[in-house]
């Protein structure tokens, strides 16, 4: 298992400032936002509705540029690379994971998880064996062969982890993973995640509302007035209340 105290970051994000023109207005979302993470470690994310949690992750995956501020992966500084290098790096280094699944629903679970590897350019054979082995280690040997519409919204949701991780990111990014499903499934799907983030060591930032989950993660970061704070998940609680 990695030492996450002694590990240098994977993911860190320094002085991140960003805004969005509101008529004439500029709204502020980011004021200064620093985080780390490292290898194998889960990162909770909390914050009220319209904090700015989403935005903060499409920042950190890469999918928008911040007014100020670094994006630093594995030491290096993906605000000041092309757009055709940021595009590079987000495939190989970065996976994502919704609250809604976005899964392809013409293909089955296996085809959902081996498209993003045979573009990465794996072969098809060892892009199907990834495959299925991650699939397998989810709960879904024996579903592989199922499209989206044949399965449930936790198994969906759970093909859909195995996508963001099927290129062997070094970071994960999920956005309310499993705010569409009901407690028991959320408690299931989000248990085989973690196992997930520990067995392949990738350094995953989990924004959620579910305080329980929260609480299994192995710190909570939250998000207020354009800064992330560091915090007990039992004050968060409090806080939440």
Do not use: W
């Not at 064996?129 to 044949?150: C, I, V």
């Not at 992330?228 to 939440?240: F, G, N, P, R, W």
């Amino acid at each position: 298992m990695v030492d996450t105290l002694q590990a240098a970051p994977v993911l860190r994000l320094e002085n991140l400032v960003h805004a969005y023109a509101q008529g004439d207005k500029q709204i502020e979302i980011l004021r200064g936002a620093c985080a780390s993470l490292r290898a194998g470690e889960a990162v909770g994310l909390l914050g009220p509705s319209g904090a700015g949690k989403s935005t903060l992750l499409h920042i950190a995956g890469l999918l928008e540029r911040p007014n100020g501020g670094a994006v630093f992966i594995d030491g290096v500084d993906c605000v000041k690379l092309s757009d055709a290098e940021r595009t590079t790096m987000r495939r190989s280094e970065i996976g994502f994971v919704f609250q809604f699944h976005h899964l392809l629903r013409d293909f089955s679970a296996l085809e959902n998880v081996v498209l993003p590897q045979t573009i990465y350019g794996l072969s098809n054979s060892e892009a199907e064996r990834r495959g299925r082995q991650l699939l397998q280690s989810l709960g879904l040997g024996d579903r592989a062969d199922h499209r989206p519409g044949e399965l449930s919204g936790g198994e969906q949701q759970r093909v859909a982890i195995a996508r963001a991780v099927a290129n062997g990111p070094r970071v994960l990014l999920a956005d309310e993973p499993t705010g569409n499903l009901d407690p028991p499934t959320a408690d299931r799907v989000f248990e085989q995640l973690l196992s997930l983030v520990r067995q392949s060591g990738v350094a995953a930032l989990i924004a959620t509302h579910n305080l329980e989950l929260a609480a299994r993660m192995d710190r909570v970061l939250r998000l207020m007035d354009g800064l992330l704070m560091e915090e007990d998940v039992v004050v968060a609680k409090i806080v939440e209340v």
